[in-house]
């Protein structure tokens, strides 16, 4: 649709001009690294005031983009530049040439009878604009490149909608490593000091029972 819309705005500067540019198809837009799209080879145009170069009934441009009342022998006019473009946009959008037939004649053909198949997907604007663009009627088609720039403008940079994040769910607050480390420490010791507490005792217990002079009592046998 940026392409379309910078089209559409060199289109309507030539209009302005009342010139007509009668073959626009993909190789006559040169597109730079920066992204502008460049116009070129207006080697066919004519002014809307000016005798034709070509035999009255003679088609004149590329049979894959020609509009219809140019491959019906009629004089084009500034919605004749507007059908090509919308055969360009449809091209860009599904990689088909809707019309392309066996040879130039039966492409020419297929603009003046023939419907393009809809485009499946893609949204609304977009396929609402190029069907407009490629109405078989010029009196269907928009009146003038100006409002195909305008909308195909609007198109490639829709309204951003701002939807509000949602509440934040409130977090658990966890205690310092140094609060969660404390009491496992203090269980530590205090297992330590016990075992060291019980192993002093077993020690002295031991020892004192080795001593000498000091008898182990034993209990007399009956009789």
Do not use: W
């Not at 392409?3 to 289109?11: E, F, G, R, W, Y």
């Not at 309204?159 to 934040?168: D, I, K, L, N, R």
Request: net charge neutral.
């Amino acid at each position: 649709m940026d392409i379309v819309a910078q089209v559409a705005a060199a289109l309507q500067e030539a209009h302005g001009a009342g010139i007509v540019h009668r073959d626009l198809k993909p190789a006559n837009m040169l597109v730079t690294p920066e992204g502008r799209v460049v116009l070129v080879d207006f080697g066919i145009a004519r002014t809307v005031d000016a005798d034709p170069l070509t035999l009255t009934g003679a088609i004149v441009g590329t049979a894959d983009y020609i509009s219809p009342e140019q491959c019906d022998g009629s004089s084009a006019t500034s919605r004749s530049d507007l059908y090509s473009l919308g055969m360009v946009a449809y091209e860009c959008l599904t990689g088909l040439k809707p019309f392309r037939r066996e040879n130039d004649v039966a492409t020419a053909l297929a603009h003046l009878r023939e419907e393009a198949p809809p485009r499946a997907r893609g949204p609304e604007g977009v396929r609402a604009l190029v069907e407009q663009l490629i109405a078989k009627d010029p009196g269907a088609r928009p009146a003038s490149a100006a409002e195909v720039a305008a909308r195909a403008a609007g198109l490639a940079s829709p309204t951003v909608e701002v939807v509000p994040a949602p509440s934040p769910v409130p977090e658990r607050r966890s205690a310092p490593l140094s609060l969660l480390r404390r009491p496992a420490l203090r269980s530590r010791r205090a297992y330590v000091a016990a075992a060291v507490l019980v192993a002093a005792v077993a020690g002295s217990t031991f020892v004192a029972a080795r001593e000498p002079g000091i008898g182990v009592p034993t209990c007399a046998a009956s009789t």
